[in-house]
């Protein structure tokens, strides 16, 4: 049964739904620009169930905004902006679901690979057409696309195959703690990162598809 949230007064039927609402909030926002009085308030009430909630406060919130996280220039976030001028991200997916171990290491592998997705995007995008999505057959352009994992090689089957060669568990890969402007976890053992980056490079099989075949098409197979 779906618990209900209640944030700043406003219930959700679920979770999802205050996800929605509060993405909405963040997509009326241009990079950068301060966020009104009434979307404030409510960020003011958001922030206060995040995890680290003292830690990202700090000193006191002074105001907030939206911005792109500098990994793949895709994803947008909450800033919050503290009173002694020094500022930080913060997810209002983790505000409403907590922390989750599992998902910050499967998110600190994505990032140990980023540069090789990057190269990849890069490579596709070098050709005088633009890529088609092999799912749909439209075009795809810079704008709208994403990087995925071709099956049967899927990333967490790839990650699984990594672990098992290691002998190691999900909860035995080392990443950072929460800390100021960490949109994801990284890795910090030399040894694992430097394997995985190399397990990753020979398995993984990406391909470019469109948005909705991503999203809808690639999770049917």
């Keep these: 049964m779906a618990v209900p949230v209640v944030i ?4 959700f039927r679920t979770k999802g739904e ?22 404030d308030a409510l960020l003011r009430e958001l922030l206060a169930c995040h995890p ?9 919130v002074d105001y907030f905004t939206v911005d792109t996280d500098a990994h793949f220039g895709r994803t947008r976030h909450f800033t919050v902006h503290r009173v002694d001028g020094k500022s930080t991200d913060f ?11 599992r998902r910050d290491r499967l998110g600190a592998l994505r990032c140990a690979v980023k540069d090789q997705i990057v190269a990849f995007r890069e490579r596709e995008f070098a050709g005088s057409q633009p890529p088609v999505c092999p799912l749909r057959g439209v075009r795809i352009t810079r704008e709208e ?21 290691m002998k190691l568990d999900l909860t ?28 990753h490079r020979q398995h993984a099989r990406l391909r470019l598809l469109s948005p909705r075949a991503n999203l809808s098409d690639a999770r049917r197979l």
């Design 8 to 11: 700043s007064g406003l219930e």
């Design 18 to 39: 205050a996800k929605e609402f509060f993405g909405g909030i963040r997509d009326c926002y241009p990079d950068g620009t301060r966020i009104g009085p009434e979307d």
């Design 52 to 60: 680290e909630a003292s830690e990202k406060v700090g000193a006191g």
């Design 91 to 101: 997810s209002y997916h983790t505000c409403i679901d907590g922390r989750n171990e």
């Design 145 to 165: 696309y994403h990087v995925d994992h071709a099956p049967p090689a899927v990333f967490d089957l790839l990650v699984q195959g990594w672990l098992v060669s």
């Design 172 to 199: 035995s890969v080392s990443i950072t703690p929460p800390g100021d402007n960490q949109i994801v976890a990284e890795m910090t053992d030399a040894t694992q990162l430097t394997s995985w980056q190399e397990h």
